[in-house]
């Protein structure tokens, strides 16, 4: 779907492999699950924020919707909260409209 909308993407599936492509990459946004082995998102989230050559968004895209949840994905840096499975027009907007709103 976002190659589909013309952006450029990397997927990985853990936490260090999301840090080394972000330093590598540079992205605008990214989309991160919560619930990863080894280092989870809210941890990744924590180490992007510290580094401050990256002005990166990052959007969570998880299973894990609490308030709770939500509070904690704030706390750890995330910009917006999506819940799976994500609507494609939600997805849209967070890309479209930026990331404004958690």
Do not use: C
Not at 31 to 39: A, F, K, Q, T
Not at 72 to 79: C, I, K, P, T
């Amino acid at each position: 779907l976002l190659r589909s909308l013309g952006h450029e993407t990397r997927v990985v599936y853990d936490g260090p492999s999301a840090l080394e492509t972000a330093d590598e990459f540079h992205p605008d946004v990214v989309l991160l699950d919560i619930g990863m082995p080894g280092m989870n998102g809210f941890e990744v989230a924590r180490h992007l924020r510290a580094r401050k050559n990256h002005q990166v968004k990052i959007v969570a895209v998880t299973g894990w919707g609490s308030e709770a949840d939500r509070a904690r994905a704030a706390e750890a840096g995330f910009d917006r909260h999506l819940v799976k499975p994500v609507d494609e027009i939600d997805l849209r907007r967070v890309l479209i409209n930026g990331v404004t709103q958690h």
